[in-house]
Nanobody
């Protein structure tokens, strides 16, 4: 079974940057992708970005050009570099891993707050 632990959230001013990290541990099966979702208060959890094990990436339109997802396959880690942060990026960010059999695991979430 996979365990995911996120880190790197916090408070940042508009226009600032943060880097989130997520480490997968435990018995890690073959993964289809690892990614990041976010959930703002009163809203649904939405995809931010995902990194396919085949090498491709997908981004939400709202973060294209500002956020970059990357993976260290050897360390089972996925990163989310977030630049030009805006107040609308404020949310709890969740790491997510999906196996090739469709089993989904979530991290505990890390708060990102963008405010002056």
């Amino acid at each position: 079974q996979v365990q995911l632990v996120e880190s790197g959230g916090g408070l940042v001013q508009p226009g600032g940057s943060l880097r989130l990290s997520c480490v997968a541990s435990g018995s890690i099966p073959r993964l289809y992708y690892m990614g990041w979702y976010r959930q703002a208060p009163g809203k649904q959890r939405d995809l931010v970005a995902r990194s396919l094990s085949s090498g491709g990436t997908n981004y939400a339109d709202s973060v294209k050009g500002r956020f970059t997802i990357s993976r260290d396959h050897g360390k089972n880690t996925v990163f989310l570099q977030m630049n030009s942060l805006q107040p609308e990026d404020t949310a709890v960010y969740y790491c997510n891993a999906v196996t090739t059999l469709g089993v989904t695991t979530w991290g505990q979430g890390t708060q990102v707050t963008v405010s002056s």
